[in-house]
Each structure stands twice: as C-alpha cells, then as structure tokens.
T-cell receptor, first 114, second 115 residues
Framework: KNQVEQSPQSLIILEGKNCTLQ??????????LRWYKQDTGRGPVSLTI?????NTKSNGRYTATLDADTKQSSLHITASQLSDSASYIC?????????????FGRGTQLTVWP | EADIYQTPRYLVIGTGKKITLECSQT?????MYWYQQDPGMELHLIHY???????EKGDLSSESTVSRIRTEHFPLTLESARPSHTSQYLC??????????????FGPGTRLTVT
C-alpha cells in the first residue's frame, strides 16, 4: 500500500533556530517527492521537488534531502522566522500514473515562537 | 502564485441545502482535482478530471458530484448537505513537468461548515 508517514506530528521552535522534518514513504514505483507548505486556511504551496536521481535541493532557507534507497526524505529549515509557522506536507507521486496521482502525508505542524 | 481560484472561501449552511463550490483556473491545465482535508489529516482525492467532459471518482468516497464543461471550470456540488460534509475542500490543477511527472497547483480552499 502506498503510504507517506511524517514526523514529528508537531514542533515548536524559537525564532532563529533550525529544525528538521522527516518523511518516510512506501510509494512505488517512485516518480518524485515534493515538500509543500500550507498556511492555515490556505492551499499547499510547493517548496521543493526531487526526482529519483536528486539527493538534495535548496529553496532559500529550505533544504530538502532524499534517500531513494531507504525511502526517506527530510526538510531542513534554517534560521526560522515567524512566517515559517505552517504545516509542512511531504507528497510523493508514483511513476505509473498518467493522472499525476499524489500521496500525501499528514504534515508536520511547525510553530515558530518569538 | 498559481492562478487557481475557489469561491466561496468560507461557507456555513444548514442541513439539506444544495451547494456548489466553484473552482476556476486560468492556466489552461487539462487535469483538475478536488481534495477533502480535515484538520490535522492528509488530503484525500475525491474527484478528478483529465479534461473537458471527463470526470472520475477519487480514492475517498464522496456524495458530491463534479462537472467539467469548460477547461477552466471544475465545480463541485452537494445536493443535500449534511454535518458529515463539514471539511475543507481544495481544488487543484496540474501540468506535466517531466516524464509522468505532474506539478499540481492548489487553490486557497473552501472551508465548509454544515450545521
């Protein structure tokens, strides 16, 4: 069964600190993995996308890693800001779907305190 | 910022009412999707469309229906709303970004409350 598991479920950090969010997946055959940021009451917005051959990708203060062998990914946030408070969702797509089917994790709810 | 719009953003209605949630995109994308999301839970695909006159049910059973008469428009209808339909509904559209790889763009969502 294709699944995406994220940890921790929630996280509170102080402004300026770094943090790392984890994602494990069982989706097969693997196409790509995305990290989305979803602000409360809004739709998800893509942060990074990685294919099988990529093991790291950065977008400003966000750095995602991918280990396709162990089927694990992480999202590292550097020098957190109050605006980083949001849900971060790991999303995996499979290569066999012409629909562009996505498998979603439940997200990690990040709260940044001043 | 993706050009995909949803209205209304928030809706509170009574049980038994018929409602239509609107979704429009101006990017010319063929594939469109409706997701349902409860607080703290993952998004569940309830409907999708490959293009005009194409609609399919998703993974999560839903009493809602959809139509796709125009490329840019993908409305979702509930004939008789119930409290169990209370949820956030997200619309998305996608464009191919690689071999069998599609980038999905999400609308802002409609928060539906049925009393």
């Amino acid at each position: 069964k294709n699944q995406v598991e994220q940890s921790p479920q929630s996280l509170i950090i102080l402004e300026g600190k770094n943090c790392t969010l984890q994602c494990n997946y069982t989706v097969s055959p693997f196409s790509n993995l995305r990290w989305y940021k979803q602000d409360t009451g809004r739709g998800p917005v893509s942060l990074t996308i990685m294919t099988f051959s990529e093991n790291t990708k950065s977008n400003g203060r966000y750095t995602a890693t991918l280990d396709a062998d162990t089927k694990q990914s992480s999202l590292h946030i550097t020098a957190s800001q109050l605006s980083d408070s949001a849900s971060y969702i790991c999303v995996v797509s499979d290569r066999g779907s012409t629909l562009g089917r996505l498998y979603f994790g439940r997200g990690t709810q990040l709260t940044v305190w001043p | 910022e993706a050009d995909i719009y949803q209205t209304p953003r928030y809706l509170v209605i009574g049980t038994g009412k018929k409602i239509t949630l609107e979704c429009s995109q101006t990017m010319g994308h063929d594939k469109m999707y409706w997701y349902q999301q409860d607080p703290g839970m993952e998004l569940h695909l309830i409907h999708y469309s490959y293009g005009v006159n194409s609609t399919e049910k998703g993974d999560l059973s839903s009493e809602s229906t959809v139509s796709r008469i125009r490329t840019e428009h993908f409305p979702l209808t509930l004939e008789s709303a119930r409290p169990s339909h209370t949820s956030q509904y997200l619309c998305a559209s996608s464009v191919q970004s690689g071999h069998n790889s599609y980038e999905q763009y999400f609308g802002p969502g409609t928060r539906l409350t049925v009393t």
